[in-house]
């Protein structure tokens, strides 16, 4: 009994996101009213509310399991070992490029505009660069090339979902990296 609850709470979920994001295509979060989502997914608003407080709760829950996924693609990464991050970033790029409507709404800032700084500033990939910058001696120089690294690495995501033409996740995984090592390299 508790599996087919489970099974009917996770598609009562996907179809208000599914919903969610189709309206956001087309007005900002705060005109989405919560009538016409629930219309939209097919769901009453009282199943909505069992839920979620707001479409901003519901925002919340979707970046969270974005951010999630993202972190359970980095979790095993061996920042020792150049093949290890490689690996795992690709497999962020993989998730990101297949989850393309998503990551692009959260991405681009059109929504919530601290995603960025969550995703960022996940575990994972702070402990790869401070990894990466252990010979760096100056905490200063650290943190500002750490800051330098992430915002440019994010432009370069940013650039890349909406690029039409985009390369594959593995190319941009290797300019990434490329031009990361360079930032962190050179500051040692």
């Given at each position: 009994?508790?599996?087919?609850?489970?099974q009917?709470?996770?598609?009562?979920?996907q179809?208000?996101?599914?919903a969610?994001?189709k309206?956001?295509?087309?007005?900002p979060i705060?005109?989405?009213?919560?009538?016409?989502?629930?219309?939209?997914a097919?769901?009453?608003?009282?199943?909505?509310?069992?839920?979620?407080?707001?479409?901003?709760?519901?925002?919340?829950d979707?970046?969270?399991?974005?951010?999630?996924?993202?972190?359970?693609?980095?979790?095993d990464?061996d920042?020792?070992?150049?093949d290890g991050?490689?690996?795992?970033?690709?497999l962020?790029?993989?998730?990101?490029?297949?989850n393309?409507?998503?990551?692009?709404?959260?991405?681009?800032?059109?929504?919530?505009?601290?995603?960025?700084e969550?995703l960022?500033?996940?575990?994972?990939?702070t402990?790869?660069?401070h990894?990466?910058?252990?010979?760096?001696?100056?905490?200063?120089?650290?943190?500002?090339?750490?800051?330098?690294?992430?915002?440019g690495?994010?432009?370069?995501?940013?650039?890349?979902?909406?690029?039409?033409?985009?390369?594959?996740?593995?190319?941009?995984?290797?300019?990434?990296?490329r031009?990361?090592?360079?930032?962190?390299?050179?500051?040692?």
């Amino acid at each position: 009994m508790e599996k087919k609850e489970n099974q009917r709470i996770m598609l009562t979920k996907q179809l208000l996101q599914t919903a969610f994001l189709k309206l956001l295509k087309i007005k900002p979060i705060h005109a989405i009213s919560i009538r016409e989502l629930c219309v939209e997914a097919g769901i009453n608003r009282t199943t909505f509310y069992y839920h979620y407080g707001s479409q901003y709760d519901l925002l919340e829950d979707i970046s969270q399991r974005f951010l999630d996924s993202i972190a359970r693609c980095l979790k095993d990464a061996d920042g020792s070992s150049q093949d290890g991050i490689q690996q795992r970033v690709t497999l962020v790029l993989h998730y990101i490029e297949d989850n393309l409507e998503l990551s692009t709404l959260l991405l681009n800032n059109s929504i919530d505009p601290t995603f960025a700084e969550r995703l960022f500033s996940l575990q994972q990939i702070t402990d790869l660069l401070h990894l990466a910058l252990a010979d760096c001696t100056d905490e200063h120089e650290r943190r500002a090339t750490v800051a330098f690294a992430i915002h440019g690495s994010y432009k370069l995501l940013c650039d890349w979902i909406n690029d039409p033409e985009r390369i594959s996740p593995e190319l941009q995984t290797e300019r990434i990296l490329r031009l990361a090592r360079r930032v962190c390299v050179d500051s040692v």
